[in-house]
């Protein structure tokens, strides 16, 4: 039979719409595909002069177009979490930041709106986002914050290089670049008052050029006292001495912490001093650290590895430390009675808390 060419067309289009069945919906977009940022600024280690350095990257790759936002983190640890970090109070070792819009110009920048840490080895890193699409993270770069000391309620902490100081220098001092502050001889001391009394805490310096057989009987590393006149004559005498060669016995590492009283008196016995013998190089950087409350602690590591040299104490002592004002010095302001300062100790990374110090305060100065 025959069928014109239209009725064959006909047929033809009605076989393809088959039974009912609905048209093909469209494609499930795509994702965007996002690179990582480029780190621009601080430049890797760099010393930066502010608490709250902006942090610049060039903008992220992306294969389609769209509004990108960005996020980052900043931490004194290369795990970037707060969970395993400590900081001084009022200062952050952790903080980030998301929604940063992109900028334009190809680079986009973040500052921090809190204070970081001083005088601390920061690590950073930054990636972008781009409706619910996470790029990588870019690479992790670091900077030093700025070497800046405080003296604030229950913390105190001074860097002691860059030629200057929060405290008051007494005598012949003389700054020594990034090995800190040298005191010349046994008047030499630098002061500290404390904004509050602190009846317990920690307090560590790191010294240097500390040598065995000085000539002086019991010169002090560091003190604290009331407001005597000189350390000697404080009821709450708290000193840390490098025995000289009449030392009983010499080169003795040793304390004398005195809680309200002569009567309410901490120190070593002889036996503990003969044990404290030690033969200090002067080419070496020590941290000496004191705990003090109802327990005395004294520990002397050895900075570059932070091996053992000494450590003593840790037992219950009488009376309650509570000096006020409460003064705190590098060396002793008492010259005229058992040689005051250790002459020529060279000191920095100066800690006074009501807690231990950061692990990190301090990390960011240069290599002693």
């Known amino acids: 039979m025959h069928r014109s060419p239209f009725v064959v067309l006909l047929f033809i289009v009605c076989a393809a719409c088959g039974g009912g069945s609905s048209p093909t919906s469209p494609g499930t977009p795509q994702a965007p595909t996002l690179g990582a940022p480029g780190l621009q600024a601080p430049a890797t280690d760099a010393q930066v002069d502010t608490l709250r350095p902006a942090l610049t990257v060039t903008n992220a790759t992306a294969d389609q177009p769209g509004a990108r936002t960005y996020e980052f983190q900043i931490s004194d640890t290369t795990g970037f979490t707060s969970a395993l970090t400590s900081h001084v109070v009022g200062f952050a070792a952790t903080t980030s930041a998301t929604g940063v819009a992109e900028g334009a110009g190809g680079t986009t920048s973040w500052t921090p709106d809190t204070d970081l840490q001083p005088a601390t080895i920061f690590y950073w890193r930054a990636r972008a986002h781009q409706g619910t699409t996470v790029g990588p993270w870019s690479a992790v770069g670091s900077f030093r914050s700025k070497l800046v000391g405080f003296n604030r309620d229950g913390e105190l902490y001074d860097p002691l290089i860059h030629e200057e100081t929060i405290g008051t220098r007494e005598g012949s001092t003389q700054f020594r670049g990034q090995d800190g502050i040298r005191l010349n001889?046994?008047?030499?001391?630098?002061?500290?008052?404390?904004?509050?009394?602190?009846?317990?805490?920690?307090?560590?310096?790191?010294?240097?050029?500390l040598r065995p057989n000085s000539a002086a009987e019991k010169p002090r590393i560091f003190s604290m006292s009331d407001g005597a006149s000189r350390l000697f004559d404080s009821k709450f005498l708290f000193n840390v001495q490098y025995r000289g060669t009449n030392g009983n016995p010499a080169n003795a590492i040793s304390y004398k912490v005195l809680m309200g009283d002569n009567d309410l008196k901490y120190e070593p016995t002889l036996p503990q001093r003969q044990a404290g013998v030690r033969s200090l190089n002067p080419d070496v950087t020590y941290r000496w650290t004191a705990k003090w409350g109802s327990t005395f602690r004294l520990t002397v590591r050895r900075l570059s590895d932070n091996s053992l040299v000494y450590d003593s104490g840790s037992e219950s002592t009488p009376g309650f430390y509570n000096p006020s004002p409460h003064r705190v010095f590098l060396g002793a302001n008492d010259s005229d009675v058992e040689f005051g300062t250790f002459s020529g100790a060279t000191y920095t990374n100066l800690w006074v808390g009501s807690g231990p110090r950061p692990a990190t305060l301090g990390n960011a100065l240069a290599e002693r």
């Open 185 to 209: 001889n046994a008047q030499a001391y630098v002061r500290y008052t404390l904004s509050r009394t602190l009846t317990s805490g920690e307090i560590s310096v790191d010294v240097s050029n």
